[in-house]
């Protein structure tokens, strides 16, 4: 009995240690930034009705319209074969239905904001795509510009600049004191590159003095939120997973906010067709917000030993990973990453690659690192990817091209890479914070990632 009763307070934990999310007041500014539309209604809904309700000015801005869900599309509309046209119509209808739910939450469709970028291609543009030739071009669509002309900026081609751009002039214009965009470690493509682009027009507008508290919520995480449908009962929270990615709150909500929140996500009517189970889980009792504190790298002296004690870790997201030693098990999870470490030397970065067995290292990795440097243009910085082959092969591109001579090193010790960095490569030694995140692939296959995530590389 005392077991089951030790066991049971364990897994209260987390819950109990979940603080209350700040009630908004009538001077917060706040804009609330959906990868899709849905989102803002999925994560912030409640909180939208309560920060409106104290006189607080909300504003909604959608990275894409939702124009590339093919499956709802198809059941929607009975069609199999849809055309370009039909997806850029899906794209137009999903706007209205963002406007009618948002309605339903009292935002007015004026305080609305499409920026139009394609849906499922936004997180391709943020990694591949700020030194091509070419702007990133829709398969859904076929389009390589902002085809909406209801959007924000109507024929900003796909590139990511334009994205960076875009958000760097909406906050400048509204000056938010709070921004809510989707967490990094949500495992929707566009829900990452959602906060990769918030963060960096973030760091763009601290030279100005413009330094809202960004906050994170969670739509995509596995099998979360369970049990699925509506249970407006029920508290939601955070994935276990996540537990430690981020300072978790929990915003209360009212039986009425709750209903309206419900409704709200009934207006998203392309969407409820296929997965009203999912949708609506999320009108419950509370909703989640989470901070995560910038980290700075930790810096040795050239002449230490490395001591990865102190360093600062990137765990892998794999949602669900059965015991390593169940061989009987899919490869894709049990050759995973665990983690990926990072220490600063000198003007070298280290990255220790942990895999969660010796298989790991059969896949390929892939490491990004996209260095930042205040007062120099992002786009201008090198964007290095560090391919490491399942034989110990190693290709460096910084900014898509091959680098020949990279001087960068790679040690295999056990399941574990050892990866050398010189900063020159990122752009020099006076780069003060990085983006970075590690894939495992298996040829074509994805095997596990970390999230992206954002360190200061000044202040170790």
Known sequence: MWRLLSICLLLAVPVLAQEKFPAPTRDDR???????????????GGLIQAALAVGADVRV??????????????????????????????????????????????????HLTFLGYPDWGTLRIWRDYWNAPKPFRSDATRVEAVPYPEAFCPGSPYRPQSVEADFVELFRQFKPT???????????????AAANFVRLAALDLEAEGLRPTVYYYVV????????????????????????????????????NQTERKHDAILENRTQVTTRQYFLVAFART??????????????????????????????????AVPDASDLHAPAEEWISI????????????????????????????????????????????????????????????????????????????????FVRVP????????????FTCTRAHLGEIAMDDTAWQLFDLEKG
Not at 88 to 95: N, P, S, T, V
Not at 423 to 434: E, I, K, Q, S
Request: net charge neutral; glycine share 8%.
């Open 423 to 434: 900063l020159r490569l990122l752009g020099g030694a006076r780069l003060d914070h990085v």
């Open 220 to 255: 995509h995480f596995g099998r979360w939120p369970r049990p699925y449908h509506y249970h407006p009962d029920l508290g939601l929270e955070p994935p276990t997973a996540l537990l430690d990615n981020g300072d978790w709150m929990s915003f209360p909500l009212s039986t």
């Open 30 to 44: 706040i804009v609330v930034v959906a990868p899709h539309p849905d989102d803002e209604i999925l994560g912030a």
């Open 178 to 192: 709070m921004i809510f965009v989707t967490h990094p470690g949500d495992t929707a493509p566009d829900h990452r």
């Open 61 to 110: 801005v959608y990275l894409t319209n939702g124009d590339h869900n093919q499956v709802a599309f198809k059941l929607y509309s009975l069609d199999l074969h849809l055309s370009a046209q039909q997806y850029l119509g899906f794209g137009e209808k999903r706007r209205q239905e963002a406007i009618a739910g948002t309605a339903k939450v009292g935002v007015p469709a004026d």
């Open 338 to 417: 665990q983690t990926t470490d990072f220490l600063r030397q000198g003007n070298d970065l280290i990255a220790l690659v942990d895999f969660k067995n010796r298989l790991g290292k059969r896949t390929g990795v892939y490491l990004s690192l996209f260095g930042y440097q205040r007062g120099v243009a992002f786009e201008k910085l090198p964007k290095v990817e560090i391919h490491i082959g399942p034989l110990g092969g190693l290709k460096v591109y910084a900014s898509d091209k091959r680098v020949v001579q990279p001087g960068v090193t790679v040690t295999s010790v056990a399941n574990r890479f």
């Open 286 to 319: 509370n909703e989640l917000f989470a901070t995560i504190p910038l980290v700075s790298v930790p810096c040795l002296p050239e002449d230490a030993p490395l001591d990865w004690r102190k360093a600062v870790r990137n765990k892998a997201l794999t949602v």
